[in-house]
């Protein structure tokens, strides 16, 4: 499989390490364009494959286009590559931006529209995923091997479904991220030292997600099972859902599928 990846950025490079892991293509048949002379450099040495600041020659012969560049930089690049794309499958993981104004300014109709997160760096990823109607089940299978190099995958027939993934599992990270910091900062506030949160904080956390995905079981009932009534859990716990913990977390999910919604909205312009 030849595969061209235009944007260098954080996913681009995931993607590059994740399909080379895979044994997906070779290091001579993938192609990553930007238009950083650094990020180039980078890729380059880290990976070994081809870069190129013209993105009309990087996806020459490709089998697979990977559009990894930001929302607001996706007209410019399909404007730049529309009548350049046969037949290959073109696969966008930009943020708000359907498929429809994908179609309109590539002019192509064989179209996958994903929503990875950063995760994906160290195969871990959650990518959810659509497609076109048009695309033919090789095309899809390719799309599906693609994804699947990074972690796990879900597609979805509804594009609808992409912006609350994206606002879900695509921001998700960072509000995991800034939990785990808080938690270490609390640590570290009664007497830890720094060290010593952080490896309690990344275990129990990463623990926790492992136990609930292996016990099939509600988060509620799990809580339960740590929560002793008059206890230290019960005490915490109460604090955290006075502050709001919960309707804080569900109101910032909702800010972040709105976001999602404007970004569609301004037609990747």
Do not use: C
């Amino acid at each position: 499989m030849k595969v061209a990846v235009i944007g260098g950025g954080t996913m681009g490079g995931a993607l590059v390490k994740s399909i080379l892991r895979a044994r997906l293509a070779l290091k001579g048949d993938i192609v990553v364009s930007d238009v950083s002379r650094d990020r180039r450099d980078m890729i380059k040495k880290r990976h070994g494959v081809a870069v190129t600041d013209n993105n009309v020659q990087a996806v020459e012969g490709a089998d697979a286009v990977i559009l990894a560049v930001k929302p607001q930089e996706m007209a410019a690049v399909l404007g730049r590559l529309s009548g350049h794309l046969a037949s290959q499958l073109v696969i966008s993981i930009a943020a708000g931006i359907s498929l429809d104004t994908i179609s309109q300014i590539s002019k192509q109709s064989a179209l996958v529209r994903a929503m990875p997160n950063t995760p994906a760096q160290v195969g871990k990823g959650m990518t959810v995923w659509t497609s076109s109607g048009e695309l033919a089940l090789e095309k899809h299978d390719m799309a599906r091997k693609i994804l699947a190099s990074m972690g796990e995958e879900m597609y979805l027939k509804d594009e609808r479904y992409l912006d609350m993934a994206t606002a879900v599992s695509g921001s998700g990270p960072a509000y995991v991220f800034l939990f785990i910091e808080a938690l270490i900062d609390a640590g570290v506030h009664i007497g830890l030292t720094r060290d010593m949160a952080q490896i309690l904080v990344i275990e129990t956390v990463a623990g926790s997600a492992e136990a609930m995905k292996k016990m099939s079981r509600h988060p509620a009932e799990l809580r339960n099972m740590v929560t002793s009534p008059g206890g230290t859990t019960a005490e915490a716990l109460f604090r955290l859902e006075s502050g709001g913990f919960r309707s804080l977390v569900i109101s910032a999910v909702m800010a972040a599928y709105e976001k999602a919604q404007r970004l569609g909205s301004k037609k990747a312009g």
